[in-house]
């Protein structure tokens, strides 16, 4: 199962699986949030290599990202995905609760 598999072919949550477009890029606003991305299981146990996961991951940042993706975003390489997916996580809705709120504390953050 690739990440289409929970998020639907456009990106969409369905129950508890998270929406990605228009949001995914915020997860990149931490490092935290950036190996999340890769460490899901979608992603540590695909089947795809090393480089087919960081272009598939690139991919998705530049097609569904929107407006939640800065200027400076750090394509994923070969490399980071072959170290982040030896990783992937076991608790994931628990470690998206923390993630979440470690994100909405930094835009609070910023907006004040």
Known sequence: ???QGCHAPDGAGAGDIPEMKGHVGYFLETQAGREYLV???GSATSALGDSDL???LNWIITEFSGDSVGDNFEPYSR???GRLRQHPLNEVEQY???L???LSALSQ???Q
């Open 79 to 81: 490399a980071e995905v």
């Open 96 to 98: 998206r609760v923390e």
């Open 54 to 56: 960081a272009d598939v």
């Open 100 to 102: 979440l709120d470690q």
């Open 1 to 3: 199962m690739h990440c």
């Open 39 to 41: 460490r899901v299981p």
């Open 109 to 111: 953050e910023s907006t």
